[in-house]
């Protein structure tokens, strides 16, 4: 589903990779959480994976497409949600979500038929008509995921999702995260937020400083470690080398 041999990437005038020789594999059927401290190179992973920045080395592959190959393909079998979902304000949901539909030809019938599901999940079905200025940042990111769910993507990408939303709207995200891969594809998110890696996940990756330290099941990590028992939270920061961290 997602595959990563040996990526790195380095910002223009910087002095350390931003990410440093990445191996990675997202098998299908698994929701698979992408965890780090803030600064350790998720977004730029993410943002190589589905295409937005090009790696220094190495190679990506997604749903079978090498992404420098056949980037349309791979475009194409992926869904993603920005950090900050960067949506044209002057649209009214409607006219974007009718954008994306165009743009990855769901047909006028399907596309209906799941933007009613959506759409009243979220509690947006009202503010169709008015320009997306006007939404607050929680609806925002719901007509973002709308969006880039609506064709059904075998991948479906998320960067930090949970940041900047409501209870209620993190228990939405979580579950059509669940309800996705049910139906047979894969999610890779990234977080920095524990609780949600460990309610969520099949396998999780940690990355510090540009380099994956630690990747499999939480038990496979607890046992990795010599922690047999003990919390994630514990577990994040010591392999993220921040031990010496009070606890509470
Ligand atoms: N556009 C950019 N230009 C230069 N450096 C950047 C840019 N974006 C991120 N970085 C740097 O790359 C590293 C990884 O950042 P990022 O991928 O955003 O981490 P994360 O998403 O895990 O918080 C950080 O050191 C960050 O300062
Ligand atoms: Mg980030």
Do not use: W
């Amino acid at each position: 589903m997602l595959k990563l041999e040996g990526v790195s990437k380095r910002y223009k005038g910087a002095s350390v990779l931003a990410v440093d020789n990445l191996n990675l594999e997202v098998r299908p059927g698994e929701i698979f959480g992408f965890l780090g401290p803030n600064g350790a190179g998720k977004t730029t992973t993410i943002k190589m994976v589905v295409g937005l920045l090009t790696p220094d080395q190495g190679k990506l592959e997604v749903n079978g497409h090498d992404l420098a190959r056949d980037p349309l393909a791979a475009k194409h079998s992926i869904g993603y949600v920005p950090d900050k979902p960067d949506l044209y304000p002057r649209l009214t949901g409607l006219e974007y979500l009718n954008l994306i539909g165009d743009v990855y030809g769901v047909d006028g019938a399907t596309r209906k038929q799941r933007l009613d599901h959506y759409l009243e999940m979220f509690e947006l079905t009202a503010a169709l008509g008015d320009l997306i200025q006007s939404y607050s940042r929680g609806m925002q990111q719901k007509l973002a995921l709308t969006g880039a769910l609506l064709h059904q993507p075998p991948l479906f990408i998320l960067d930090e999702p949970m940041v900047g939303l409501d209870p209620r709207s993190s228990h939405l995200f979580k579950n059509i995260m669940r309800d996705h891969v049910n139906q047979g594809n894969t999610v890779f998110f990234s977080t920095h937020v524990l609780e949600v890696a460990e309610q969520l996940c099949h396998r999780v990756g940690i990355i510090n400083k540009g380099q994956l330290i630690a990747c499999g099941t939480m038990d496979e990590l607890r046992q990795a470690s010599g922690q047999v028992g003990s919390n994630l939270e514990k577990l994040f920061l010591e392999l993220t080398d921040a031990g010496g961290y009070d606890e509470e």
